[in-house]
């Protein structure tokens, strides 16, 4: 019984996606005749940069970012060689005795 209700199911949605995709298409060949050769117009513009608060905050974080970051590198590379230094010490008084 199950499977006779997920054929129906199943043959129902495949009517249905059949139905509406030639009107979809229909208006997708329609938009490409008119707008041929012409960008299209958008209700809305995704480069525009009218906030200058948004703009001015997110350039002074990536400047703090990239400080942070090149901060931690130095950081880092201190602290890497002060450890290669104890492991040398540590390899060099091993050895010497």
Request: a positive charge; proline letters at 3%.
């Amino acid at each position: 019984m199950n499977d006779c209700n997920n054929l129906i199911t199943w043959s129902v949605g495949l009517c249905l996606a059949l139905l509406f995709l030639p009107f979809w298409l229909l208006f997708i060949i329609i938009a490409a005749i008119f707008y041929k050769g012409k960008p299209m117009k958008l209700p809305f513009n995704f480069n525009n940069n009218s906030n200058r608060h948004f703009d001015k905050w997110e350039a002074e974080e990536l400047e703090r970012v990239k400080k942070a970051r090149k901060d931690f590198a130095e950081y880092r590379e201190v602290l890497m060689s002060e450890k290669e230094l104890r492991e040398f010490e540590a390899f060099k008084n091993r050895s010497d005795k």
